[in-house]
């Protein structure tokens, strides 16, 4: 098993991961507030903004080549932080609402400001970031500390003028889509046409436009008439790249549904139903449990999805409804191991799973703060660690084994030793270049791969 990777954006050429940055304190006993719940990289990747358990949102901007060295692209530093969400009650259900932010979706740029989504479990917002470096000063009616002048006093006219001060970033909520969800929200996703999103809980997918609060269509809804037949909940959906009218939602049962928007405004009748046929050597109690999808992602050429499951990464090409055209086994050795996973509930984890900017590598999380790459082209794949211990900044990481019984090689690692408190549930591949940000509880790491890191 090699730890090459591909490249580049073409991916033309091998990759050796290192750590570029680590964000976070080394904390003994980490705060729940503190733990990171979402990660998004912007369209240019310029910005990357991470959510946590505490309702905030932590915006880092990337340092701009500097004159002198033009080839230093700088790091990845806080640019602004705010709070998103606080706790509430719903009284009418006797229901605490937590804070925790459980997805940001950032809005293609339109003019100097940015804006993004983020959304709790009820409440989707919308923020808006600008900078301002100057202020007005020179006002004929206002003094200094802006109270009105003695109209007396004014003997002459004088044009205000703009001065430079310190650069302040401002955060401002410009909405709040709040009362479209009964039940949890579990993904956001901006449409291609710039001016509408969907938002996605257990039973219901909502579409909204981003100018008005107050109302949202219900595009599929599939409450079953008695709650006693429900078989299945939402976990997923995400719109089509570039074609406004298509979104896919994924199940608990492990299947996708392609909808078209055109077909008809209650898209409950599916266009295309992705599902794969159980192999029934592997059934088991937890089959249905580890084959339901926790995320669904399409490539940036809209062509293929992307979803992952509890044991598994599938690839899908949009054409072919049978089975998926690419499976790859992200940690099969713990197919022993689902009962114990199932009594300390981490059968139940959500792990996300991301494209790099080529569609040519996959990337997703583990236990033990491992995380997973799949190369397309060469099906060669890796194991890496995200931990401060065995990061030196740099320096390339070293692909991890884990082995399942038998011989052990020098530094591989049993699956009884496995932490399956450290998990990589988050993570982000930046639009066009081998950056990669990773949640790891209360941490983020930022890794890029030696050729990139090198050039800037």
Known sequence: MSHKQAGGPAGESAADWCLYQLNGAAEFEVSEADIISTVEFNHTGELLATGDKGGRVVIFQRE????????????????????????????????EIEEKINKIKWLPQQNAAHSLLSTNDKTIKLWKITERDKRPEGYNLKDEEGKLKDLSTVTSLQVPVLKP????????????????????????????????????????????HLAITDRSFNIVDIKPANMED??????????????????????????????DMRASALCDKHSKLYEEPEDPSNRSFFSEIISSVSDVKFSHSGRYMLTRDYLTVKVWDLNMETKPVETYQVHDYLRSKLCSLYENDCIFDKFECAWNGSDSVIMTGAYNNFFRMFDRNTKRDVTLEASRESSKPRAILKP?????????????????????????LHTAWHPTENIIAIAATNNLYIFQDKVNSEMH
């Open 64 to 95: 701009p080549e500097s004159k002198n060295e033009p080839y230093n692209q700088g790091e990845y530093n806080v640019y602004s932080t705010f709070q998103s969400h606080e706790p509430e009650f719903d009284y009418l259900k006797s229901l």
């Open 230 to 259: 429900l078989t299945e909940v939402i976990t997923a959906s995400e719109f089509h790249p570039h074609h406004c009218n298509l979104f896919v939602y994924s199940s608990s049962k492990g299947s996708l549904r392609l909808c």
């Open 400 to 424: 991890r084994r884990v082995c399942v019984g038998g011989k052990r090689r020098k530094d591989d690692i049993s699956v009884d030793s496995l932490d399956f408190t450290k998990k990589i």
């Open 165 to 208: 001060m310190d650069l302040m970033v401002e955060v401002t909520p410009r909405r709040i889509f709040a009362n479209g969800h009964t039940y949890h929200v579990n993904s956001i996703s901006v449409n291609s046409d710039c001016e509408t999103y969907m938002s996605a809980d257990d039973l219901r997918i909502n579409l909204w």
